[in-house]
């Protein structure tokens, strides 16, 4: 039954891009099939999809709701405007000029609001909406003052002057070619950077994905589009105003994004569509606000994922139940263990020192978590820290990988000094880790969340993520195929192409695994992976570790399962009130008597020996 249902798909894929070509061509024969008053309609929806489109990137994927979107537009609409009319420039010049402007003022935004973020990233953006709409009603020699800018030229080319039907289709052209861009931007290696920082700042760090480089470029192909629409916008009506850049514009704006969906394609269309026609047809002109605000509270409560997202989760979820789990994709499984682990040591480099500490030293105020810290890892060996709760070893983890700094100390990676400045930098030199809690990017795919970890080795520019260039593509699948391998070697037997959210805890962690080691890391941090886990996922989780300390990886471990550890481990270092009270190899040390006290504690130690 599944099986013909499987066929059906195609059919029904099929049907889809049927119906939106239909309804392309509707779109299209519009101008011919109603009346001006609509056609303008028509047109403000897609100057709204330009716009929102930008807009999604960094409210859908970034997580920045700018609500000073309507300033980035004036920027666009007032500098071509000011150029056409004081200097008779063409529209296809000072389009271009005022997308530049717009460009640099949204880039100088871009740098305290994406450090800021939390609240304060929002009042930045209302603060230049503010400050925009003053200089345009200000500046009067440039801006027109409050009576704005009149007599802009329409858009010509040779002869041939654009009017209402030809600007719609302009638009609605720019406004396809932008939705396009942007599915584009999420099926790459941008997109899921993006949305990793918007989900988890750390995990994504760990990565070596750098939190502000990922976020201007969005916040910068935002500042385009509106910057664009903005300069269409004023050659199209002739005459603009600060009125019509104000901060119900901003807001009207953000509600788009919200109410569609945010991060879906379709978000801006479905969102522009119902913003542009309900006050019209409702005849709520001067309650426009109000309505706006009974849409926002209405959509945050009962639809939290827009319209898009609201019945792209409802469909998914029916055809879960029907179709089942997605079949397993065939993959080349010529990935040998030399391709999975590139950096990984050598055979001659078995046992010789991979990481050095010495004399680490980590305060968190009046309190001494780490004293004097002196540990050797041997390469290709796993070495675990043990200790009862707080004695400092996710700490310890914390400060190798870069997430702290240490106030004092050195350290040494194959012989070479190491500086752990950042979880980025850290990565970059062949260091991963997971974490103590599962950080899994929920909003990606399971084989999504390994390719985060892959893209660092498959770098491609922003360009070819939106043109979609057959470079970009084939980049994109050696990612893919070397996720599909990762998974693979983990053993995961689920659906690959399922959100994170869905999977049960025991697999988040064997998947975050996975993902640490699309890094290509030659040392692995793990803290607590068996945490959550059944006894069937532990023994799992055990073998993997032997193929990868085969493979050439060397594993530092923190677990609180003894047997576990005494199992896997080559070398423990037992840590208590943030001291090393003792290294050696499992039995030793899980014998000691130091170890059973600190475990323990002495009365109990002290109990247990009159026992016997």
């Known amino acids: 039954m599944n099986t013909v249902l499987r066929k059906s798909m195609n059919y029904r894929g099929a049907t889809g891009w ?129 009576l704005g800018i009149s007599g802009i030229p329409k858009p010509q080319i040779g002869s041939y002057t654009f009017d209402l039907k030809g600007m719609y289709l302009l638009v609605l052209v720019i406004a396809l070619a932008a939705l396009l861009l942007v599915r584009n931007l999420r099926r790459s290696s941008w997109g899921r950077a993006m949305i990793a920082t918007k989900e988890n700042e750390i995990a994504a760090a760990s990565l070596g994905i750098r939190k502000f480089k990922a976020q201007y470029v969005g916040f910068a192909i935002s500042s385009v589009l509106a910057g664009l629409a903005g300069a269409i916008y004023a050659h199209t009506n002739s005459f603009i105003s600060p009125d019509t850049y104000h901060f119900p514009t901003s807001v009207q704006l953000v509600l788009i994004v919200i109410l569609g969906g945010a991060g879906r394609m379709l978000g801006p269309v479905i969102g522009a569509a119902i913003i542009v026609f309900l006050p019209e047809l409702l005849d709520m002109e001067k309650l426009r606000m109000a309505l706006y605000g009974g849409i926002m509270f209405a959509v945050l409560y009962f639809l939290p994922k827009g319209i898009a997202g609201t019945i792209a989760g409802w469909v998914g979820a029916r055809l879960e139940a029907y179709l089942g789990p997605a079949e397993t994709i065939a993959r080349d499984g010529s990935l040998a263990d030399s391709k999975l682990f590139p950096n990984a040591a050598v055979p001659k480099a078995v046992g010789e020192a991979m990481l050095v500490l010495e004399g680490v030293n980590k305060h968190f105020g009046g309190l001494h978590a780490l004293k004097d810290i002196d540990i050797t890892i041997k390469a290709g060996e796993v070495h675990s820290l043990v200790g009862p709760n707080g004695a400092g070893k996710t700490t310890l983890l914390n400060v190798i990988s870069g997430l702290y700094s240490a106030e004092e100390g050195r350290f040494l990676l194959k012989g070479q000094p190491l500086v752990p400045r950042s979880l980025s930098s850290v990565s970059e030199l062949g260091i991963a880790r997971t974490f103590q809690h599962s950080r899994l990017f929920k909003e990606l795919s399971v084989v999504e969340n390994v390719m985060t970890g892959v893209a660092r080795s498959q770098r491609s520019g922003i360009a070819e993520a939106l043109l979609r260039t057959p470079g970009q593509l084939r980049k994109e699948k050696a990612m893919r195929a070397r996720a599909h391998a990762l998974l693979d070697l983990i053993g995961f037997e689920g659906g690959r192409d399922l959100p994170a959210s869905q999977l049960p805890y025991g697999h988040q962690r064997m998947v975050e695994i996975a993902r640490a080691l699309a890094t290509e890391p030659s040392l692995l941090l793990l803290d607590e992976p068996a945490a959550g886990m059944t006894a069937a996922e532990i023994e799992h989780l055990e073998r993997l570790l032997q193929k990868l300390v085969k493979g050439g990886i060397t594993v530092i471990l923190i677990e609180h399962h003894m047997d576990f550890v005494q199992r896997v481990s080559d070398t423990v270092t037992v840590l208590d009130f943030g001291r090393v009270i003792g290294t050696g190899s499992p039995d030793q040390m899980l014998n000691d008597p130091r170890v059973i006290r600190a475990y323990l504690g002495e009365e109990e130690e002290v109990a247990a020996g009159a026992e016997h």
């Open 18 to 146: 049927a119906a939106a070509l239909a309804a392309l061509a509707l779109l299209t024969a519009g101008p011919w099939l109603v009346d001006t008053y609509y056609l303008n309609l028509m047109f403000m929806i897609g100057i709204f999809v330009i716009t929102c489109a930008g807009m999604n990137i960094i409210i859908g994927y970034c997580g920045i709701v700018s609500i000073g979107h309507a300033g980035l537009m004036a920027i666009g609409a007032y500098t071509s405007s000011y150029l056409s009319t004081k200097y008779g420039l063409s529209f296809w010049l000072v389009a271009l000029i005022g997308i530049v402007a717009s460009l640099i003022i949204g880039s100088l935004i871009a740098i305290p609001t994406i450090r800021a973020g939390g609240v304060y990233l929002s009042m930045i953006t209302i603060a230049f909406g503010v400050v925009i709409h003053e200089v345009l009603i200000r500046w009067d020699g440039v801006t027109g003052g409050p």
